[in-house]
């Protein structure tokens, strides 16, 4: 079965400092990966999405993602931290059923907290 | 893209009552989706609500107490039935295309508390 894990429940980084999130994953064939942002009282939006092609993966906001298959890592990074970038963080894997269906499975959650 | 309308946004209801919650989308979708994320945790998929026929539950969900419909491609209802303290939570509708590279939509979610 498909799983993904965030390893780390809030992370503190000061502005202006560069941020990293944690995720790994474990998939049975090709890995369909994401990251989405919840912003208080808001439902979660998209912040970019690795397919295939190029390892690293730039998304909204200044968001990157370093996919790495030899660790079975999707690690989401920013160069410098903004106040703004204070939310709830989401890695999410595609799962394909026996079906054909397929759904999302999300992470615990990271909570990212820039400090000014 | 898709703009997701759902309603209501927050309610206060008393235990043994009903709530129905509408998603409303922009435009055409091929699938529909609602979560359940209860306070400070990830999401828990409820079911796929499916156009023209009953929707399809996760395991531990059922439909007496989750019925859903979706009569159209653009709009769908979550009820929330014979509610109890546990059903307080956040409710989401999400919303996505065919397709396994496309990324998923979500409303702003419903933020329930049963007293």
């Known amino acids: 079965a498909q799983s993904v894990a965030q390893p780390e429940d809030q992370v503190n980084v000061a502005e202006g400092n560069p941020l990293t999130v944690k995720c790994t994953y474990s998939v049975s064939g090709n890995p369909y990966l994401f990251w989405y942002v919840q912003y208080p009282n808001r439902g979660l939006q998209f912040l970019l999405k690795?397919?295939?092609?190029?390892?690293l993966v730039k998304g909204s906001y200044g968001f990157e993602a370093e996919f790495n298959k030899s660790q079975t890592s999707f690690h989401l990074k920013k160069p410098s931290a903004l106040v703004s970038d204070s939310a709830l963080y989401f890695c999410a894997v595609r799962d394909i059923e026996g079906s054909g269906t397929y759904k999302y499975i999300f992470g615990t959650g990271t909570r990212l907290k820039v400090l000014a | 893209s898709a703009v997701i309308s759902q309603k209501p946004s927050r309610d206060i209801c008393q235990r043994g009552t009903s709530l129905t919650i509408q998603c409303q989308v922009d435009s055409q979708v091929t699938m529909m989706f609602w979560y359940r994320q209860q306070p400070g945790q990830s999401l828990t998929l409820i079911a796929t609500?499916?156009?023209?026929?009953?929707?399809?539950?996760e395991s531990g969900f059922v439909i007496d107490k989750f019925p859903i419909s979706r009569p159209n491609l653009t709009f769908s209802t979550l009820t929330v039935s014979n509610m109890s303290p546990e059903d307080s939570s956040i409710y989401l509708c999400s919303v996505e295309w065919a397709n396994m590279n496309t990324e998923a939509f979500f409303g702003q979610g419903t933020r329930l508390t049963v007293v």
């Open positions: 690795y397919i295939t092609g190029d390892n």
């Open positions: 609500a499916n156009q023209g026929s009953e929707a399809t539950y």
